[in-house]
């Protein structure tokens, strides 16, 4: 029976295939290989289809990827952590 995957914090669904022997079990990865490939950003130039949100590094003068929120309102309380970053526009 198939199995599924999801990695955590990820809203795709991977199904593992049971496979007979060492031929169909190669094809197998082959092909889950390629389905996670599809669903992934390259490093360089690729393009998010979606809302992204990370962890934000909390040491001052960290470097890192960090949530940015744009808005013409102020943060209300509660919003947000330690090293994201706010920008108000009016």
Known sequence: MPQEYTPAGSNATFTIPVFSDVIDGQKAFRDFADDIAG????????????????????????????????????????VGQNGDIWIRYV
Do not use: E, Y
């Open 39 to 78: 669903s992934t950003v390259a490093k360089q130039g690729g393009a998010f289809s979606g809302t992204v949100t990370t962890v934000s590094p909390t040491g001052a003068g960290s470097s890192g990827v960090r949530n940015i929120t744009i808005s013409d309102q102020d943060p209300s309380s509660g």
